[in-house]
C-alpha cells in the first residue's frame, strides 16, 4: 500500500535536506544520504553520465562524476532564476529546467526508497525571500505532479520558529536564542515571548553580524573567531534572560567552540544540529497541532503582515468582510472575493490591526462603470502584498451575465498601513 508524506525542503545554495513526518515517532526524521550515513546535506549537482545515458543527483552525482565520463552542472541554485542554455548530449537544458529537475530528483530520491510513495504536502524552506526564486519554485508543483495547494515555500525564519515552537515547553520559559552561522555569514535571532492578559506575543530581534563574523573573516584561526563569538554571546546574553540557545549552519560543523561553549551553557540548555529548519518545515507541513503556536499568539516578525485587509458590509450591521487574513508572511498571503454592489459606486477598504483591534478605513470610488439596476454590479477585489507593509487593491468590473457585461474596468489602489 502507497503511503503520502509529509515532506519539509531545507534548500540552500550549495546543497539541500529533506526530512519526512514518521507516524510512529511523531516527529520529522531527516533523510540521510544513501551513500553517506554521516551527513545530510545533498549537494546541489547533477551530473550525466555520457556512458549509462543516466542523471545522477546530489551525492551519487558527486560519486558518478569520478567513476565515469560525464557532464557536471553546478551552481544550479545560483542560476536558478536564468533563461539562460546549456547544452548535455544533444539536448538544451535552461539552467531553470536543470534546477527544477534537481529538486525532483532530489525529493525522488527520498521516494524511491518508500513502494509507491507519494507527497501528501512539501514546505521548502530558504534562507529568505527573494522574488525571482520564489517565482521559480511556485511552479515545482508541477513538476511533482501535485495539486498548487500541495507545495508551499517559507523562509528558515518561519521553519525556524517552527521547530522551537515543537520542543519542550520547559525550553522556552524565557526568551529563546538562535544563532545561524551559514555561508554568508553569522546572524542571531532572539524569540521574545510575552503573555497577556488578552493576547500572547511572539516577537523577533534579528542581529545580523555576517560583515565582520563569516567564514572567510579569521583566515582559518579557530581560536580568534572562539573569542570573537564568545563576545558576541556575552553581549547577547546579557540583555535578556535565554531559556535555550540552538545553533545550525555550516560555520558550527567544526569543532572550534571552546570559550565560547562556557558562555553559552551557564544556566540554559543549548542544543546543536544542520537540520534545524528542514525539521520545521516539516512540522509546517504536517499543520495541524504543529501550527498551533500561530493561533495562541501574535507573531511578529519582519517578514509577517501585522493587519488583516478587507472591506465594509456598508449596511447597519457594518461588518468586516476579510479578504486577505495577516499573522503569515507577506509573500504568502494573497486574498480574493466576489461582490455584488447594491445602489453604490464606492467600497469602504478597513485595515485591521491583529495585535490592537484598531481599524484604518478609506473610501475608494469606482468611476466610470455604467448605470445598472441595484444589485447587478458585481467585481472581483483581490488584495496582494509587494511586503508587510505595503500593498495593493485590485478591483475588477466581472459584469452581470449577458445582461449586463463587464466594461473590463480595472481600479488599482495601494495601500501603506
Same mark, same amino acid.
Given at each position: 500500500?502507497? @503511503?503520502?508524506?509529509?515532506?519539509?525542503?531545507?534548500?540552500?545554495?550549495?546543497?539541500?535536506?529533506?526530512?519526512?513526518?514518521?507516524?510512529?515517532?511523531?516527529?520529522?526524521?531527516?533523510?540521510?544520504?544513501?551513500? %553517506?550515513?554521516?551527513?545530510?546535506?545533498?549537494?546541489? /549537482?547533477?551530473?550525466?553520465?555520457?556512458?549509462?545515458?543516466?542523471?545522477?543527483?546530489?551525492?551519487?552525482?558527486? @560519486?558518478?562524476?569520478?567513476?565515469?565520463?560525464?557532464?557536471? &552542472?553546478?551552481?544550479?541554485?545560483?542560476?536558478?532564476?536564468?533563461?539562460?542554455?546549456?547544452?548535455?548530449?544533444?539536448?538544451?537544458?535552461?539552467?531553470? *529546467?536543470?534546477? &527544477?529537475?534537481?529538486?525532483?530528483?532530489?525529493?525522488?530520491?527520498?521516494?524511491?526508497?518508500?513502494?509507491?510513495?507519494?507527497?501528501?504536502?512539501?514546505?521548502?524552506?530558504?534562507?529568505?525571500?527573494?522574488?525571482?526564486?520564489?517565482?521559480?519554485?511556485?511552479?515545482?508543483?508541477? @513538476?511533482? =505532479?501535485?495539486?498548487?495547494?500541495?507545495?508551499?515555500?517559507?523562509?528558515?525564519?518561519?521553519?525556524?520558529?517552527?521547530?522551537?515552537?515543537?520542543?519542550?515547553?520547559?525550553?522556552?520559559?524565557?526568551?529563546?536564542?538562535?544563532?545561524?552561522? %551559514?555561508?554568508?555569514?553569522?546572524?542571531?535571532?532572539? /524569540?521574545?515571548?510575552?503573555?497577556?492578559?488578552?493576547?500572547?506575543? /511572539?516577537?523577533?530581534? $534579528?542581529?545580523?553580524?555576517?560583515?565582520?563574523?563569516?567564514?572567510?573573516?579569521?583566515?582559518?584561526?579557530?581560536?580568534?573567531?572562539?573569542?570573537?563569538?564568545?563576545? /558576541?554571546?556575552?553581549?547577547?546574553?546579557?540583555?535578556?534572560?535565554?531559556?535555550?540557545?540552538?545553533?545550525?549552519?555550516?560555520?558550527?560543523?567544526?569543532?572550534?567552540?571552546?570559550?565560547?561553549?562556557?558562555?553559552?551553557?551557564?544556566?540554559?540548555?543549548?542544543?546543536?544540529?544542520? %537540520?534545524?529548519?528542514?525539521? =520545521?518545515?516539516?512540522?509546517?507541513?504536517?499543520? =495541524?497541532?504543529?501550527?498551533?503556536?500561530?493561533?495562541?499568539?501574535?507573531?511578529?516578525?519582519?517578514?509577517?503582515?501585522?493587519?488583516?485587509?478587507?472591506?465594509?458590509?456598508?449596511?447597519?450591521?457594518?461588518?468586516?468582510?476579510?479578504?486577505? &487574513?495577516?499573522?503569515?508572511?507577506?509573500?504568502?498571503?494573497?486574498?480574493?472575493?466576489?461582490?455584488?454592489?447594491?445602489?453604490?459606486?464606492?467600497?469602504?477598504?478597513?485595515?485591521?490591526?491583529? *495585535?490592537?483591534? @484598531?481599524?484604518?478605513?478609506?473610501?475608494?470610488? &469606482?468611476?466610470?462603470?455604467?448605470?445598472?439596476?441595484?444589485?447587478?454590479?458585481?467585481?472581483?477585489?483581490?488584495?496582494?502584498?509587494? %511586503?508587510? $507593509?505595503?500593498?495593493?487593491?485590485?478591483?475588477?468590473?466581472?459584469?452581470?451575465?449577458?445582461?449586463?457585461?463587464?466594461?473590463?474596468k480595472i481600479y488599482r489602489k495601494e495601500f501603506d498601513v
Amino acid at each position: 500500500m502507497s @503511503e503520502a508524506y509529509y515532506i519539509g525542503m531545507d534548500l540552500c545554495s550549495d546543497s539541500t535536506q529533506i526530512s519526512f513526518y514518521n507516524d510512529i515517532s511523531r516527529e520529522p526524521e531527516t533523510v540521510n544520504q544513501l551513500n %553517506n550515513k554521516e551527513t545530510y546535506m545533498m549537494p546541489n /549537482i547533477l551530473f550525466f553520465g555520457l556512458e549509462t545515458g543516466e542523471w545522477y543527483v546530489g551525492s551519487e552525482a558527486s @560519486e558518478a562524476r569520478f567513476k565515469e565520463q560525464g557532464i557536471v &552542472l553546478d551552481e544550479l541554485f545560483q542560476n536558478a532564476r536564468s533563461e539562460e542554455t546549456v547544452e548535455v548530449h544533444n539536448t538544451r537544458y535552461s539552467y531553470r *529546467k536543470l534546477f &527544477l529537475m534537481m529538486l525532483k530528483m532530489h525529493v525522488d530520491s527520498f521516494l524511491y526508497r518508500y513502494e509507491g510513495a507519494t507527497v501528501k504536502k512539501l514546505v521548502i524552506t530558504i534562507p529568505e525571500y527573494n522574488k525571482d526564486l520564489f517565482r521559480v519554485l511556485s511552479t515545482f508543483y508541477k @513538476e511533482l =505532479g501535485v495539486e498548487k495547494e500541495q507545495v508551499e515555500i517559507t523562509s528558515h525564519l518561519d521553519s525556524g520558529l517552527y521547530y522551537i515552537f515543537n520542543q519542550d515547553e520547559s525550553l522556552r520559559t524565557n526568551s529563546v536564542g538562535l544563532f545561524d552561522y %551559514n555561508t554568508d555569514g553569522l546572524h542571531y535571532y532572539r /524569540i521574545d515571548i510575552s503573555h497577556g492578559h488578552e493576547l500572547n506575543t /511572539i516577537s523577533v530581534t $534579528h542581529e545580523d553580524y555576517s560583515e565582520n563574523f563569516n567564514l572567510a573573516a579569521f583566515g582559518g584561526d579557530n581560536i580568534l573567531m572562539d573569542i570573537t563569538f564568545a563576545k /558576541i554571546v556575552a553581549n547577547e546574553t546579557k540583555k535578556t534572560y535565554i531559556s535555550a540557545i540552538y545553533l545550525t549552519g555550516l560555520g558550527f560543523s567544526e569543532k572550534w567552540l571552546n570559550k565560547s561553549r562556557e558562555l553559552l551553557t551557564q544556566g540554559r540548555r543549548v542544543f546543536a544540529g544542520q %537540520n534545524i529548519y528542514t525539521k =520545521g518545515a516539516c512540522y509546517k507541513a504536517v499543520g =495541524g497541532e504543529y501550527g498551533e503556536f500561530y493561533k495562541k499568539y501574535f507573531v511578529e516578525t519582519k517578514e509577517n503582515v501585522i493587519f488583516d485587509v478587507g472591506i465594509s458590509s456598508e449596511d447597519e450591521e457594518d461588518r468586516f468582510i476579510p479578504i486577505a &487574513l495577516g499573522g503569515r508572511q507577506w509573500y504568502n498571503i494573497h486574498g480574493k472575493i466576489s461582490i455584488i454592489l447594491d445602489d453604490t459606486e464606492s467600497l469602504t477598504l478597513v485595515y485591521r490591526n491583529r *495585535k490592537t483591534g @484598531e481599524e484604518e478605513r478609506e473610501v475608494v470610488k &469606482l468611476h466610470g462603470i455604467p448605470k445598472r439596476p441595484n444589485k447587478t454590479s458585481k467585481f472581483s477585489v483581490e488584495v496582494e502584498f509587494e %511586503n508587510p $507593509h505595503h500593498g495593493a487593491f485590485i478591483i475588477k468590473d466581472v459584469g452581470f451575465g449577458k445582461l449586463f457585461p463587464t466594461t473590463n474596468k480595472i481600479y488599482r489602489k495601494e495601500f501603506d498601513v
